[in-house]
């Protein structure tokens, strides 16, 4: 077999709409670490980690030893009977998360958790309209797809009309055209007219990631969540974080939601979790889990495999303080990326991020004022990266931002070295 061989038959034989990143496609066929090698033997720098997802590195070793352990006792049962696994997860993740969350609910994917976290409000309320944030993903599907802010990702036109999206605190293009440094955080505050006027005035709850994803990382004022889940619960509602992409460490706290200062009553969380194995995990506090009576069950929800490279994650965040190394790396990683855009002020219009959550967003000429979005430029960007050995994401409503998400024990000098083909890759980008 051969990358060619390979992109052939993924164009035969997946749907046309598994779009893959590249002009061609690399084939990833094995990694270790922070590198990924594909079919023809070419080594990458990771800078992207399965968005996010690879949360220790490639075959990380402990997680390895932790599933393979599991395998030879058991592998599947659905939650229909406890296991070790899924009870011992199920107490690390409580004992590690904010406020009075104390239940968890496994399933499969984020899609499923935020699902859970929608209908656990409902209960718990008994109101059944939410508020959701424009530029945000919730999943794929028809009620994520519904939550999701983002056109391109809604595949149709039936949407629930029970959700109601606010703007995004989305800084650098203010929808409400203001500027962060005098308007107020005015987009939080406007969630109350937001419910006062497209609501029957009591809703379930509001779903928010702490720092919008695929949205292209838009990182919230620091104030935005307090104001937010002050208004949310004045009128019934629950404040739900969606975890998938900021937890375990990502921004350099074990959650997102600790850079704001917000305890929710439900909390959700996949990606990261398992370190690429299916996983997704949605807590809540005692009285929410209480309160709901329906049965329920999820058949690859708390899968032993996956609990198990899970509990092995957290056991190595934790023994590593990667944590801490997501904190002191990311600091490095920003501070290189603000010196690549003051030598690139026209095409990079904003730097924005927390720890190893970094974004930078696209411009045709930012000296002009102009914050025209640059797709074109993030795909030359892709390429030129790509030849040099580095991987990075992109994002954003308009396909402008470079998302960049190393794993969480990446060291200094593997930041530097992606730093160092960003530098390169823009100064050919630039060249006559």
Same mark, same amino acid.
């Given at each position: 077999?051969?990358?060619?061989?390979?992109?052939?038959?993924?164009?035969?034989?997946?749907?046309?709409?598994?779009?893959?990143?590249?002009?061609?496609?690399?084939?990833?066929?094995?990694?270790?670490?922070?590198?990924?090698t594909?079919?023809?033997?070419?080594?990458?720098?990771?800078?992207?980690?399965?968005?996010?997802?690879?949360?220790?590195?490639?075959?990380?070793?402990?997680?390895?030893?932790?599933?393979?352990?599991?395998?030879q006792?058991?592998?599947?049962?659905?939650?229909?009977?406890?296991?070790?696994?899924?009870?011992?997860?199920?107490?690390?993740?409580?004992?590690?998360?904010?406020g009075?969350?104390?239940?968890?609910?496994?399933?499969?994917?984020?899609?499923?958790a935020?699902?859970?976290?929608?209908?656990?409000?409902?209960?718990?309320?008994?109101?059944? !309209?939410?508020?959701?944030?424009r530029? @945000?993903?919730?999943g794929?599907?028809? $009620? +994520?797809?519904? #939550?999701?802010?983002? /056109?391109?990702?809604?595949?149709?036109?039936?949407?629930?009309?029970?959700?109601?999206?606010?703007?995004?605190?989305?800084?650098?293009?203010?929808?409400?055209?203001?500027?962060?440094?005098?308007?107020?955080?005015?987009?939080?505050?406007?969630?109350?007219?937001?419910?006062?006027t497209?609501?029957?005035?009591?809703?379930?709850?509001?779903?928010?990631?702490?720092?919008?994803?695929?949205?292209?990382?838009?990182?919230?004022p620091?104030?935005y969540?307090a104001i937010?889940?002050?208004?949310?619960?004045?009128?019934?509602?629950?404040?739900?974080i969606?975890?998938?992409?900021?937890?375990?460490?990502?921004?350099?706290?074990?959650?997102?939601?600790?850079?704001?200062?917000v305890e929710? !009553?439900?909390m959700?969380?996949?990606? @990261?979790?398992?370190?690429?194995?299916? $996983? +997704?995990?949605? #807590?809540?506090?005692? /009285?929410?889990?209480?309160?709901?009576?329906?049965?329920?069950?999820?058949?690859?929800?708390?899968?032993?495999l996956?609990?198990?490279?899970?509990?092995?994650?957290?056991?190595?965040?934790?023994?590593?303080?990667?944590?801490?190394?997501?904190?002191?790396?990311?600091?490095?990683?920003?501070e290189?990326?603000?010196?690549?855009?003051?030598?690139?002020?026209?095409?990079?219009?904003?730097?924005?991020g927390?720890?190893?959550?970094?974004?930078?967003?696209?411009?045709?000429?930012?000296?002009?004022?102009?914050?025209?979005?640059?797709?074109?430029?993030?795909?030359q960007?892709?390429?030129?990266?790509?030849?040099?050995?580095?991987?990075?994401?992109?994002?954003?409503?308009?396909?402008?931002?470079?998302?960049?998400?190393?794993?969480?024990?990446?060291t200094?000098?593997?930041?530097?070295?992606? #730093?160092?083909v960003?530098?390169?890759?823009f100064?050919?980008?630039?060249?006559?």
């Open positions: 077999m051969d990358s060619k061989s390979i992109r052939a038959r993924h164009k035969q034989y997946l749907l046309p709409a598994v779009a893959n990143y590249y002009e061609e496609p690399l084939v990833a066929h094995e990694g270790k670490g922070s590198r990924l594909d079919l023809d033997g070419k080594s990458y720098l990771d800078f992207f980690g399965g968005i996010l997802t690879v949360s220790l590195g490639h075959a990380n070793e402990r997680v390895n030893a932790a599933v393979s352990a599991q395998l006792r058991l592998s599947h049962v659905s939650t229909l009977y406890p296991t070790v696994p899924m009870v011992e997860l199920a107490e690390k993740l409580v004992s590690v998360a904010p009075q969350l104390g239940k968890a609910f496994f399933t499969a994917s984020g899609t499923e935020d699902e859970t976290a929608v209908m656990l409000a409902q209960v718990h309320t008994g109101n059944q !309209e939410l508020v959701a944030l530029h @945000g993903y919730s794929r599907s028809l $009620l +994520a797809q519904a #939550l999701v802010g983002h /056109a391109s990702y809604r595949a149709t036109p039936s949407q629930v009309a029970a959700i109601k999206h606010a703007p995004s605190p989305y800084c650098y293009r203010c929808p409400l055209r203001l500027e962060p440094k005098s308007c107020g955080t005015a987009c939080a505050k406007d969630l109350e007219e937001l419910i006062r497209t609501t029957t005035g009591r809703i379930a709850g509001m779903l928010a990631e702490p720092i919008q994803g695929v949205g292209g990382f838009i990182t919230p620091k104030d969540f937010a889940s002050d208004i949310i619960r004045k009128y019934g509602g629950v404040m739900i969606d975890e998938v992409q900021t937890g375990f460490g990502r921004t350099g706290k074990m959650w997102g939601s600790q850079q704001y200062d929710p !009553e439900i959700t969380m996949a990606k @990261g979790i398992a370190n690429g194995l299916p $996983l +997704a995990a949605t #807590l809540c506090t005692p /009285a929410i889990a209480d309160s709901f009576k329906a049965s329920t069950i999820s058949t690859f929800g708390g899968n032993p996956s609990c198990a490279a899970a509990s092995a994650v957290l056991d190595e965040i934790q023994e590593k303080e990667l944590v801490e190394n997501a904190a002191r790396r990311g600091a490095e990683l920003r290189g990326l603000e010196r690549l855009q003051r030598k690139h002020p026209k095409t990079i219009g904003d730097v924005r927390m720890g190893l959550m970094q974004a930078l967003e696209l411009v045709v000429d930012e000296t002009t004022q102009d914050r025209t979005p640059n797709a074109r430029a993030t795909l960007l892709f390429e030129e990266t790509k030849k040099r050995g580095l991987l990075i994401g992109k994002g954003g409503l308009y396909g402008n931002t470079i998302r960049i998400a190393p794993a969480l024990n990446i200094a000098e593997e930041i530097n070295e992606g #730093l160092k960003l530098e390169e890759s100064a050919a980008m630039e060249a006559p």
